[in-house]
């Protein structure tokens, strides 16, 4: 693998929380990030990931949740009593049941250079199904047999597995539903067939046995998924030691399929690294950094919802060469990057 290079593109992030309004009255938006990315047309398009939350009121502890009423989507805010001492403003769990605090949808923001974007101002996939109860997060876009595949992890109180949307327009949207149960998320397909076959990295959430990896599974249909093996994991160093997981869709090189990935260290800081897979076997691994490439070090990267976070899902080729490489920067906004 040659020795690439990921550079900020600038010391602010392109889209920050305020540039977003809230989908729903009397919420608030706490996060615009991750974003999937994708060339349409003439445009650069993000899928981002929008964190909205009922504004607070000192005491109670709201939690919105999408219910089936009769059959159609509803939202829900449960209310409950603040719990006392610390808790994680997260994630928390009462009587045994632990949800969110916040409901994530999907969102589109289009750019015509890559750089400035105009968010729209309503959801393009909002939580719409009961595997989605908890909230949709973290999409990758792939264009793959003439049609945009849009894989997101879908939460609720079963845990995170994985949806699929497809579009050929971004304007209709077919909701294919779960195709990999809970635990697993972080799923990206490959852009084109190999070996006549659909090809998708995931990664399923060990726990007791095992360590943090990422896997290759096959299809025919984008349907039904199997074959399923063990890529690579945690190579051992401290900033990949907690979380392993693949980002955006591989992109083909001279040399094989490159692999943007995130690695978690001991103490939940996400960094960004790469991995060289075989252009006919992508189960075969070639190469991968032995450091990552990006590390969360201005004040927008260390300090948010979620702090201490650089997270890719999205990346686009740029006319003049590399890529521009799309970043969650703690939780809370957009970074650019340019790979090269």
């Known amino acids: 693998m040659k020795n690439y290079t990921l550079t900020r593109y600038s010391d602010q992030p392109i889209l920050q929380t305020a540039d977003v309004k809230p989908s729903v009255d009397g919420f608030d938006v706490l996060g615009a990030f991750n974003p999937a990315a994708c060339r349409f047309g003439d445009e650069i398009l993000l899928l981002l990931r929008v964190a909205e939350a009922p504004r607070p009121e000192r005491g109670w ?34 009587d045994g049941q632990t949800y969110l605090t916040s409901l994530s949808h999907l969102r589109l923001a289009r750019s015509r250079d890559g750089v400035h974007f105009k968010v729209d101002e309503k959801p393009f996939l909002f939580p719409a199904r009961a595997d989605e109860a908890f909230g949709i997060e973290d999409a990758r876009i792939t264009h793959v047999d003439g049609m945009y595949w849009i894989t997101y992890t879908a939460v609720s109180a079963n845990g995170p597995g994985v949806g699929l949307a497809r579009t050929t327009d971004f304007q209709h949207v077919e909701r294919v539903g779960m195709i990999l149960p809970p635990p697993n998320k972080d799923v990206c397909l490959f852009p084109e067939r190999i070996g006549g076959k659909l090809m998708m990295l995931h990664r399923p959430m060990v726990s007791d046995i095992g360590k ?24 051992g160093a401290d ?11 591989p992109m083909r090189v001279d040399d094989g399929w490159l692999v943007l990935y995130h690695g978690a260290s001991t103490n939940h800081e996400y960094s960004l690294a790469l991995a060289l897979l075989d252009a ?3 189960a075969h691994v070639l190469d991968r950094s032995t450091a990552p490439l990006l590390t969360p070090e201005r004040t927008w990267e260390r300090e948010g919802f979620f702090p201490n976070v650089v997270f890719s899902n999205g990346w686009v080729r740029r006319p003049e060469g590399g890529w521009w490489v799309y970043y969650g920067a703690a939780d809370s906004g957009v970074g650019l990057a340019v790979l090269e």
């Open 239 to 249: 900033w990949e030691y907690l979380k392993i997981g693949a980002g955006p869709e």
């Open 61 to 94: 502890l709201h939690v919105p949740i999408v219910e089936l009423v009769n059959g159609k989507p509803a939202l829900n805010v449960k209310q409950f009593r603040e719990p006392k001492g610390d808790y994680d403003p997260r994630v928390v769990t009462i």
């Open 280 to 282: 006919h076997d992508p």
């Open 212 to 235: 943090p990896s990422i896997w290759l599974t096959e299809s025919m249909d984008g349907l039904h998924w199997g074959n399923h093996r063990f890529i690579f994991g945690a190579s």
